[in-house]
């Protein structure tokens, strides 16, 4: 009889969170990815949203991934206590001053620092030729340290949550800004 793995049954349940905030209207899902990397034997699925009262000037996104390695830890190990997969975060935004607009996006997410949440956050500013001189693009990943595991389904809504109101702290501080 076939068992799902730990990667299995936490994609059940981020997918159940994240369609449930797009059908009570919180976000809407604009893409999904379920990918499984033949290459280096990885699984990984990732949902990209928008906030609804954000729009599209902002976009998230929660990834869940297993490796190989998580698997045969988890399948020769018969379940051990700890088996999990990686859980991230990303958030794209538009960053105006690179110096302050950074700063204070570090300073919101300084909830990301410690607890279930403590992830290591890298900023990556790029620059599209053509478009506005003054604009940037800010890619923000968060990958989380702590794997998830099936013990603590909830700590998935927790990451969203979290997700979600760093999204709505960035946009309250961008709001008016002269662009």
């Not at 699925?45 to 991934?65: K, P």
């Not at 990943?141 to 702290?169: C, D, G, Y």
Request: hydrophobic share 35%; net charge negative; with cysteine.
């Amino acid at each position: 009889m076939y068992h799902p793995s730990v990667y299995d049954n936490l994609k059940v349940v981020l997918e159940g969170a994240i369609y449930d905030l797009d059908f009570s209207g919180e976000i809407e899902i604009v893409n999904r990815k379920d990918l499984l990397d033949h290459a280096i034997m990885e699984r990984n699925y990732s949902v990209d949203f928008v906030v609804s009262t954000i729009g599209e000037l902002m976009r998230g996104n929660i990834s869940l991934t297993s490796t190989l390695e998580d698997l045969a830890m988890e399948k020769l190990n018969d379940n051990p206590d700890g088996a999990g997969s990686k859980l991230s975060v990303c958030i794209q935004t538009p960053v105006y001053e690179i110096e302050t607009d950074c700063k204070q996006i570090q300073s919101i997410l300084k909830k990301w620092g410690n607890g279930d949440l403590k992830g290591d956050i890298q900023q990556k500013l790029t620059y599209i030729y053509g478009e506005p001189r003054h604009v940037f693009r800010d890619t923000i990943s968060i990958q989380l340290q702590k794997p998830a595991q099936e013990e603590e389904p909830e700590r998935i809504s927790l990451v969203l949550e979290q997700l979600i109101t760093s999204m709505n702290e960035m946009n309250d501080y961008f709001k008016g800004y002269k662009k």
